[in-house]
């Protein structure tokens, strides 16, 4: 049969683990929810640098056909706007996306912190819990003066 303090050491073990496990399970899960969300980012940027790919050939088609001369002046410049409108949408994805993912990373961090001092107030509850005397058996042994006489 098991005394007090085994059933107190044994919950107290299976809540630590329980916690410990918990904190991981969920730091994973943001880790790749922030990995996922910098992924979704930059494919993201690849796609708008696809569409300006697309728009700056259409500005061209445009201007070609009305005459202008690519490459320099009004045409040149309307070009260049594209471009770094372009690549600063693409950017600002990406940027938005390690954002995402650094604070994934942290809240990955802060999930496994407190999981630990999770742990350790069980641990110390169960000390409590010990010194208070909830580790004594009800039993009272014949040898034990503490009961005195039956």
Excluded: H
Aim: a neutral charge; glycine letters at 12%; one cysteine or more.
């Amino acid at each position: 049969m098991c005394t007090g303090l085994e059933i107190i050491l044994g919950a107290t073990a299976l809540s630590v683990g329980g916690q410990l496990m918990a904190g991981e399970d969920r730091a994973k899960e943001a880790e790749i929810q922030g990995a996922y969300a910098l992924d979704a980012a930059t494919q993201t940027a690849k796609n708008i640098r696809k569409a300006g790919k697309a728009q700056q050939g259409a500005a061209n088609v445009a201007l070609a056909a009305s005459g202008v001369k690519l490459g320099e002046g009004t045409a040149l410049e309307i070009q260049n706007t594209i471009d770094q409108n372009v690549q600063q949408d693409a950017l600002s994805a990406i940027l938005s996306g390690q954002r995402t993912k650094s604070a994934m990373q942290r809240e990955a961090d802060n999930s496994r912190k407190n999981a630990i001092f999770g742990a350790a107030g069980s641990v110390l509850s169960a000390g409590a819990q010990a010194s208070r005397g909830g580790w004594k058996s009800r039993a009272k042994p014949a040898d034990n003066p503490e009961y005195g006489p039956e």
